[in-house]
């Protein structure tokens, strides 16, 4: 499998919210005579399982416990964000599962993860792609998120790691360099597998690669939004390979989709990749739809359910398990993954 190790990467801290424990010491009271105390009684074993977390917190992970965001929309694909617990229904491998917490999420942290096609077919869209990318990251982080920044085209190239700098943040994509012959490389970063002139768009091996040494490690919301024709020409993963990787860490993909006329865009695969993981493909093959496309995505991100249910199949068999969700309006339609993996036997929680 692809690895980050050979690139040059920007130094950035990769801070994680950690849930903390306060211990309170006992105040000083005056002494009193202690009256005679009552036998211990045997401690009362824990429940085996743990209740719901909080609404907003981090969102933890045991056995049977299954938790996704989800996004709501109407036949005008306008969003709907006022939904309460008992308009949605879950069913796993189509058996119905009880919902056991339920929120509705606007301030929960977001890691995001924003990766821009550097291949030739993008050249002509590049300016207003870095203009409108680098905009897009200061309007969308709020206090607690972070954001990297990858650009792929025959290779991939990370351009800054997780922060919530959005000047750095904003910097990194600007350095994203077209690769195209003749066309150079990045400062300070070996260049493309194959030499200057190389081509290609390493697509997969970029969502892989963002989900499966980065997205891996993060909690709560996790999101990659890709500016892309989803063309993809010599990635060593297949598109499978990719989607599994977005389901196995919870990570919703979307796809803003520009394409050269010249060379077109391959639908199939952006409709797959986002569709899997409960994401959206938006057309923006012009600087005033890719404009409408960014806030999109910004609202997308703001208005999302998070919904959690304890299978009801306990089995540690690795298996992956699809997961349906129905709201009781079916002019409405939801957008959440597909499904998950099953932890294996002897795999920790």
């Not at 929309?73 to 796993?92: A, G, H, Y």
């Not at 997780?162 to 000047?167: A, G, I, S």
């Not at 970063?189 to 970029?206: E, F, R, S």
Request: charged share 25%; with cysteine.
């Amino acid at each position: 499998m692809p690895s980050f190790d050979k690139f040059v990467t920007r130094s950035a801290v990769l801070s994680v919210a950690l849930a903390a424990v306060l211990g309170l010491a006992a105040p000083v009271v005056p002494q009193q005579p202690v009256p005679p105390q009552p036998k211990p009684q045997q401690p009362v074993p824990p429940p085996a399982q743990e209740p719901p977390p909080q609404a907003g917190g981090v969102i933890s992970t045991q056995v049977g416990l299954v938790n996704f965001f989800a996004t709501v929309r109407d036949k005008n694909k306008r969003l709907i964000p006022d939904l309460k617990q008992e308009d949605f229904k879950v069913l796993e491998d189509a058996q119905e599962q009880k919902i056991a917490f339920f929120s509705r999420e606007t301030a929960l942290p977001i890691t995001l993860a924003l990766l821009l096609d550097t291949s030739g077919s993008e050249q002509y869209m590049i300016g207003a792609i870095q203009e409108m990318g680098g905009s897009f990251l200061t309007r969308i982080l709020r206090k607690g998120d972070e954001a990297l920044v990858m650009s792929f085209d025959s290779d991939v190239d990370l351009l800054s790691d997780f922060t919530d700098d959005r000047r750095q943040l904003d910097r990194a994509v600007h350095r994203a360099r077209i690769n195209v012959p003749g066309g150079g490389s990045i400062a300070g970063n070996p260049g493309p597998i194959g030499g200057q002139n190389a081509t290609g768009t390493a697509l997969y091996d970029a969502i892989y690669l963002a989900c499966h040494e980065k997205l891996n490690t993060e909690a709560g919301r996790k999101a990659i939004v890709i500016v892309t024709d989803s063309q993809d020409e010599g990635s060593k993963v297949k598109i499978d390979e990719a989607v599994e990787a977005a389901q196995r860490t919870n990570t919703v993909i979307h796809i803003l989709l520009v394409w050269d006329p010249r060379y077109g865009a391959n639908n199939s695969a952006a409709k797959k990749l986002t569709e899997e993981t409960g994401g959206r493909v938006i057309s923006a093959n012009s600087e005033k739809k890719l404009a409408q496309a960014f806030d999109e995505i910004t609202q997308e991100l703001r208005r999302q359910y998070n919904i959690g249910y304890y299978s009801s199949n306990l089995a540690r068999d690795g298996k992956f398990r699809k997961v349906k969700v129905e709201t009781s309006d079916h002019d409405l339609k939801v957008l959440t993954r597909k499904g998950y993996y099953a932890p294996s036997a002897g795999e920790s929680n």
